[in-house]
């Protein structure tokens, strides 16, 4: 289970004194815990693989938006801590698919439901997004289906 892997993997920072692994890994176990709360659980209980992923994918977000802050502050001090954060994010999350597998399924989707004017790309949204769930960010399926149209 990934909880228990984060769990485990604190202890292993700590040995190694790797603060960058050992400070990401408690960020995220603390995320577990709060997830487990919110939920009306106890905060010492493990959460499933896919609550973890989802709480590991919103942390992985966020992420990628205070990257991209800091950029836009000219902190690039702030920028490598949180890419060096956001790289240990990404080895608990699964491979996404890139933009070309996107854009198959979105062309394949898109003649399937017969959607032809770009007034019904909301409509092939919802139709794709619970396929790609977890294998595609949505970002880029937004960008493919407003690039058909």
């Known amino acids: 289970m990934i ?5 485990n993997g604190i202890k292993s920072a700590m040995l190694a004194k790797n603060t960058v692994l050992l400070e990401t890994l408690r960020m995220m176990s603390a995320a577990m815990m709060n ?17 973890a992923l989802a709480v590991i994918t919103r942390l992985a977000k ?14 690039e001090d702030l920028v490598a801590e949180e890419e060096s954060q956001l790289k240990i ?18 062309k394949t989707k898109k003649a399937e ?4 004017d770009a007034s019904q790309k909301g409509m092939l949204m919802k139709a794709i ?21």
């Open 35 to 51: 997830e487990s709360v919110a939920k009306g659980r106890k905060p010492n209980e493990i959460l499933s693989d896919e609550e």
């Open 62 to 75: 966020q992420r990628k938006d205070s990257i991209d802050q800091y950029r836009k502050g000219g902190r």
């Open 89 to 106: 994010l990404e080895t608990y999350l699964p491979k996404m698919m890139d933009r070309s597998e996107v854009e198959k399924i979105v």
């Open 113 to 116: 439901l017969g959607i032809n």
């Open 3 to 7: 909880h228990e892997d984060i769990k």
């Open 129 to 149: 997004m619970p396929e790609l769930k977890g294998k595609a960010d949505g970002a880029v399926v937004k960008e493919v289906v407003d690039s058909i149209f």
